[in-house]
């Protein structure tokens, strides 16, 4: 007879600390460690909205790099410019975004970076899944020269 599996288990909740520093700006981060400037300005970082952006793109990436080294096609430069269009209404929230991947390595092939985007954008990204359901979110690929 064998034991009864052991619960999976939980991962602590994420915490970040935001410190206000002066008119519209703030530097948020975890405890010891590094920090990002946000700015609602947008002067001395980035704004909110931006730091979204930035969070998406950067969740679909690292899986996009870890899919991608798995096939043994790994990724020797990324680069991802993200569009995100807005409404026009109180919050201005985001109704689409695009992230354009530009990507070079040996032997990545369109089709399979184009797979790999979308596992990372619909399966494994905890952030896209974090988003509203009625946000689009695409994307485009372009493999670069070796």
């Not at 991608?68 to 201005?92: C, F, H, M, Q, Y």
Request: hydrophobic share 40%.
């Amino acid at each position: 007879m064998t034991a009864p599996a052991a619960p999976p288990a939980t991962k602590p909740p994420s915490r970040v600390h935001v410190r206000w520093a002066g008119e519209q700006r703030f530097e948020a981060g975890r405890a010891n460690a590094p920090t990002a400037v946000i700015d609602g300005h947008g002067k001395t970082g980035q704004s909110p909205p931006e730091a979204l952006l930035s969070a998406l793109a950067s969740c679909v990436s690292v899986d996009v790099v870890e899919i991608l080294a798995k096939r043994r096609t790994p990724v020797e430069s990324l680069d991802i410019d993200v569009v995100g269009e807005r409404v026009d209404t109180t919050p201005r929230r985001y109704k689409s975004i695009t992230l354009n991947f530009h990507i070079k390595g040996k032997g990545i092939e369109k089709e399979q970076a184009l797979r790999a985007i979308e596992l990372a954008a619909t399966k494994y990204c905890s952030v896209r899944d974090s988003l509203r359901s009625d946000i689009s979110v695409a994307w485009t690929v372009e493999i670069g020269a070796e």
